[in-house]
């Protein structure tokens, strides 16, 4: 394989012979992230579990996922087009109907991709 390769029309540049090559210290930190994401789950796991859990902090704890959720993505619906708003009511919709996070989730994704390929 040279440095450039043709699709059809379309010149496409590498910028290296097919040969991947990692920093250490990239992989290094790669690996650091996963080592502290595993023990912070594990550890709040095992700290939940050896805590007596109120009903309040059960609650709070059973709306988190949802929390997190609206957290990441209320910024970029604020920032948004019609394109995004049209997805969220995507979202809204299915959500009240199935109840299911993943599902509404799902089918606003899809909505916001065919919206801006409309819009």
Do not use: N, Y
């Amino acid at each position: 394989m040279t440095g450039s390769e043709t699709v059809g029309l379309l010149a496409l540049e590498t910028p290296f012979d097919g040969a991947l090559s990692l920093d250490p210290l990239v992989v290094a930190v790669i690996f650091a992230m996963a080592v502290v994401t595993v023990v912070a789950k594990t550890g709040g796991i095992w700290l939940v579990r050896r805590v007596d859990v109120s009903d309040r902090v059960q609650a709070g704890l059973d709306v988190l996922p949802g929390a997190i959720v609206i957290a990441i993505l209320g910024p970029e619906l604020a920032a948004g087009g019609p394109a995004e708003w049209g997805g969220a009511a995507v979202v809204l919709v299915v959500m009240w109907r199935t109840k299911s996070i993943l599902l509404a989730l799902c089918a606003g994704v899809a909505a916001v991709v065919a919206f801006r390929a409309v819009v």
